[in-house]
């Protein structure tokens, strides 16, 4: 009976920890027409993403933002993280440089241009207001952080 107990303690210790590491190599995936984005597993639950259309005369672009949810919460016009646009045809680097700060070519297709765009101004909250707002604060940098991350995991979809 002794060596059952024990047996069973190191079965549930060793399935514990198992899970434990997994958790730390799973990542989030999402699927924006042709590409897909790999997402830390510390971004589950802490983000949101909108896609939309938007056509402008002849020209169209699909468009996904993806927000810091709990800054969202409290700025409903903040906590962008980032956004993708996905544009016709080749759009070299020095015509989004004239028409978008802080953008740039994420990946292209035969058909099509991702561009990665961050915000230009300050999108989540000043810490100085209380500790909550530190937290949720801290929050949001660790997952802008993780942008150089998350451009590198680019791949096609198809």
């Known amino acids: 009976m002794k060596k059952l107990l024990v ?67 409290l700025l409903p016009d903040g906590g962008e993280l980032f956004c993708i646009s996905r544009r016709t045809g080749h759009v070299p680097q020095e015509e989004i440089e004239e028409w978008a700060g802080n953008s740039e070519v994420l990946y292209v297709t035969e058909d099509y241009t991702y561009i990665l765009s961050i915000p230009t101004d300050v999108q989540y909250l000043t810490p100085n207001y209380d500790e909550y707002n530190k937290n949720i604060a801290d929050e949001y940098y660790t997952l802008a952080e993780q942008l150089p991350e998350i451009k590198t995991s680019v791949k096609n979809f198809k």
């Not at 549930?12 to 190599?25: A, D, G, P, R």
């Not at 799973?26 to 997402?39: D, G, K, P, Q, T």
Request: glycine fraction near 2%; proline fraction near 1%; charge should be negative.
């Open 7 to 73: 047996l069973l303690v190191v079965l549930l210790i060793f399935t514990y920890l198992v899970s434990c590491q997994s958790k730390e190599t799973e990542s989030l995936e999402i699927v924006f027409n042709e590409i897909v984005l790999i997402l830390p597993y510390n971004w589950l639950g802490n983000y949101t993403s909108y896609q939309e259309l938007i056509r402008e005369g002849d020209a169209t672009a699909d468009f996904i933002w993806i927000y810091h949810n709990k800054t969202r919460e």
